[in-house]
């Protein structure tokens, strides 16, 4: 099962994953200076736009940032739109995430699907895993 946590956006909303309880969700753990992470979102952006009349959640989580690190900024100045957490540090422990990119997969019954460190933003397994997700 994936493991339940609670994390804020840079505006201070509150994330609790429990809330997207029955609906498919994808973690991207990130950091802004990873060149690797740079590379991918372009092709979760594409994933997220090409399936947002389903149910299907994308979350950025950024840890292992630096003081000044303004990761919810740094996505949008991508043209990236997905929801994005900070300070996730612990969280990427929850996971055992040891490097970035790191993606999450989780269907709907709130298991683990895949767990992938592709920085291929044309991955077709990327695109593959969602329609998994979704059924």
Known sequence: MAPNFEL????????????YAGKPVILHFWATWCPYCKKLQPGLEKLRLNYQDTDLKMIGISFNEDADAKPGQSLRERGVEMKTLVLGDEVANLYGVRGTPTTVFIDRSGHIAWVTNTANPDDPNLDKAVQFLIK
């Open 8 to 19: 804020f956006t840079a505006d201070g909303k509150a994330f609790n994953l429990h809330d």
